[in-house]
Structure formats: C-alpha cells, structure tokens
C-alpha cells in the first residue's frame, strides 16, 4: 500500500483528524492538498486536545514527514502561529515541510472576503472569512504570491503592489469597504513571518513526495473540507473554493492518479454542516439541537454551532462515485448512544420520482425531500467498546446500512474523542 487518500465525504467536520492520526502511525509521510486555515482538525491525546488549521495530523509522530502541498493556501501568521503552539507542546515540527509552490494568504484576500459576504447579493456563502476564496481566485488568476516569491524580493514588492493597487480600488470603490494598505509595512511583517518559516520550506515539494511514493513509502494524501463543500462536485455556490475530493490530492500535491491505492471516506454517523446552502437532512430545533449539544458540534475554526441532521445516504452514494470510496470510516457513533430511533435517508423524492442520484443543482435539490427508514436505537453506552462483535446488534445493524447505502465496507468506527476510542473492522 503506496497512497492512502483521507476524503471527507460531507460538508467538512467528519472527523478526519483523528482517523489521520492513528493512521499516520504507520506512515512514512502525511500530505496537505488543498484548503487552508479555513480547515479545522481535531486530534485528542490523553486528555490533551489539538486544534490544526493547516500542519497535517501526521505532526505528532517525528518520524512521519508532514507536507503541506502544492495546492494549500497559506496564511504565514496562521503557520508561524500553529508551529510555535506546537514547539511549546513539545512537538518540534522539524518532520515538517512546505511547498515552495503553495500560494500566501495576504490582508486583502480576508478583506475580499469580508467584503464579498457582507455585498453577496445572491446570498451569503457563510464562508470562515479567512480569505481562502479570494487567494484561490488570485492563484488561478494568475496574479498570485507564492511561497517561492519570497526568494525575490524585488519579484514579490512588484507582485504585491499591483495587487495592492487592483484591490484598493475594488475593495474602496466597488465594496464601500475602506482600506488604505501599505506595501512597506505588509513586507516587513510578511518577511518577518517568512524568517519564521523559510527553514521548514523545500524547493520542489513534488520531487519530496514522488521519492517517497518511488521509494514504496507508506503516504497519507490528507483532505480537509469535504465532498459537498468541493467547488466541483458540492453543493455550489455553498462551497470552499478547493477540490477536497480524493483526485484533488493528484493536482495539490503532485502525482498521477494511478498511484492511489485506498481512499477512505470519513463520514459521521449523522450529517452536519456551517455556514449557508442547501442541507436536505437537517433537522431544525429539538433532535437537531439535541445532537449538537451530544456530539460537541461547534465550528474548529470559527467557534460557529453546526447545523445538525440525519445520515444522508444519497449524499454518500454520490461521494462514493466521485472520491471513487474504497473503505469507509464512521464517526461519532456513540453520539447517537440514547436516541430511542434513528431515521436514515435512503433516497430523494423529486418531482413525484423516487431518486438516488444527488442533484448538484441546488435549484433542483430544493425540490427534493428525504425518504427515510427508521432503525431502533441501541441505548446503551459503547464508548469503551473496542471489538465490533461487542457492539450491541441495533448498532450494527444501522452500520450494515450505512455502508450498503454508501457502498463501500466500514473499516473503522469512531465511538469517542481519545485516540483509543476506536474499532478497526
Ligand atoms: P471558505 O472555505 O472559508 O471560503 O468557506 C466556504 C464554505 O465552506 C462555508 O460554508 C464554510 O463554512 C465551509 N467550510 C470551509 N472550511 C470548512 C471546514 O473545515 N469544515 C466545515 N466547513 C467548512
């Protein structure tokens, strides 16, 4: 086994942080592709918890190398920020690199941000306002500043003030969002940030991962976001602006497609999802807020409550088909611990027709509601469960259709937030 590619398949928040640690384990190597500081990932050791915003869940083993990818946008006060908290935690984040390649996040992408949400007439996206959207906007524009640019320091006041000059105007003149930026200032702090972190940098980050993957290395692609949040295939516009799905891996870190060997999709055993857009499960108020409170579903990033709602099989089915899902990971089980039923979507009835296909039009899932099936609840506590045959059979039985409606085999399930609290089928 080369690659391993960790998907969400959801609208973020499955939990991919801790299935990345305990597989990083056994790793050789932990890779970042995509999505930045708007990524928030969980990992609890012993009683202590981690928050990750943009250093892959790998960094707790020194021996695995972590790197953030090609296709990361990086804000440098976010990564001096995360690898400093870590240093003082004891984690010296030598084992970690970064992409020469990646773009920077600068003050005006988090101002375009703003701006956008606040003079969305079409509606607001609910973004992290972190300035993702508009860095990727920039990167594909061409007109974006990279890690490398940092080595030019001529090359990068050039790029920056041009940049300074388009958005000034855009942001003061067409968003009413007053800015009076100044260039010697932002390159001060930025190559202040960048002496922080140019020894953690690599000149060709894909040269490091395609020795590993020639070298046989055990290599985990690690996706943040998820399938329903991917500009592509989700929900759009209520999407990141990055590729999560398993093939993002290939352009944000840079390899061919039949290196893959396993993606595993992470899903949790109900359906969140923050900020706006379509949410065909949700259940608003009582079960709803009930599963917040049970299941701590609160934003990483922005603190934001989760909108909560059943297991969404139509959903999983369509991130089967575009992750190409080989084993499935289940969250969160021991949320659903006390309820007495637990509903399941199983289709979509559309315009009088009973569907399985997700529609990624939105105009068109408005249209569409649920078709569940209830299954008994289990009411018993199986956090300190460790062996699947010990689960009680209602628990079972509502993950045989889990991954019949997901189609794909359920190899590991999540039953509580610590390290250990998991079950390897
Ligand atoms: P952006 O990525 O900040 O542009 O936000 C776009 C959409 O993606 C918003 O609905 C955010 O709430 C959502 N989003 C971005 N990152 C995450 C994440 O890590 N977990 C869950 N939702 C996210």
């Known amino acids: 086994m080369t690659v391993t590619v960790i998907v969400g398949t959801q ?3 499955e939990g991919k942080g801790k299935i990345t640690d305990l597989l990083a384990r056994d790793m050789d190597m932990v890779v970042r592709y995509q999505g930045g500081n708007n990524a928030g990932h969980t990992v609890v050791i012993k009683d202590e918890t981690f928050k990750l ?17 090609n296709g990361v946008v990086i804000d440098p006060a976010v990564l001096v920020q995360e690898v400093s908290g870590l240093r003082q935690r004891g984690f010296n984040c030598a084992n970690l690199k970064v992409s020469s390649q990646a773009h920077i996040i600068f003050p005006y992408h988090r101002d375009l941000d703003a701006a956008q949400e606040q003079k969305h007439e079409a509606g607001r996206i609910g973004t992290t306002n972190r300035g993702i959207g508009p860095c990727y906007v920039d990167k594909f524009n061409r007109r ?5 640019d940092f080595q030019y320091p001529d090359v990068f006041r050039q790029k920056l003030e041009w940049n300074l000059k388009e958005k000034s105007f855009l942001l003061n003149n067409f968003y009413g969002f007053k800015v009076d930026y100044n260039a010697d200032q932002i390159i001060k702090d930025y190559f202040a940030l960048y002496e922080q972190f140019k020894g953690l940098v690599v000149e060709e980050s894909t040269v490091v991962i395609g020795g590993a993957i020639d070298g046989n290395k055990r290599i985990l692609m690690e996706g943040a976001q998820g399938t329903m949040l991917d500009v592509d295939h989700g929900t759009y516009p209520y999407v990141t602006s990055s590729n999560p799905i398993a093939g993002g891996a290939c352009s944000g870190a840079g390899f061919g497609p039949v290196e893959i060997d396993e993606v595993i999709g992470v899903a949790k055993a109900y359906f969140t999802r923050v900020g706006g857009g379509p949410f065909p499960t949700e259940i608003e108020g009582g079960m709803g807020d009930q599963l917040r409170e049970r299941g701590g579903e609160y934003g990483t990033t922005t603190g934001r409550p989760r909108r909560c709602g059943w297991y969404d099989g139509v959903v999983m089915r369509h991130a089967a088909k575009v992750n190409g899902i080989t084993q499935l990971a289940i969250t969160k089980l021991d949320v659903l611990d006390s309820l007495d039923k637990i509903d399941v ?6 315009e009088g027709k009973r569907i399985k296909d997700f529609p990624t039009d939105i105009n068109r899932l408005a249209k569409c509601t649920p078709i569940y099936e209830s299954y008994p609840g289990w009411k018993e506590d199986i956090t300190k469960i460790t062996n699947y045959a010990k689960l009680p059979a209602n628990a079972r039985k509502y993950l045989d259709k889990l991954a019949e409606l997901s189609e794909a085999r359920v190899s590991l399930i999540s039953v509580g937030a610590e390290r250990g609290q998991i079950i390897k089928v």
């Open 11 to 13: 609208w973020g928040d």
């Open 53 to 69: 915003h943009l250093i892959p869940s790998g960094i707790f083993y020194p021996t695995v190398t972590c790197v953030i990818g």
């Open 144 to 148: 974006g500043i990279r890690v490398w």
């Open 345 to 350: 979507c199983v289709a979509y009835e559309c």
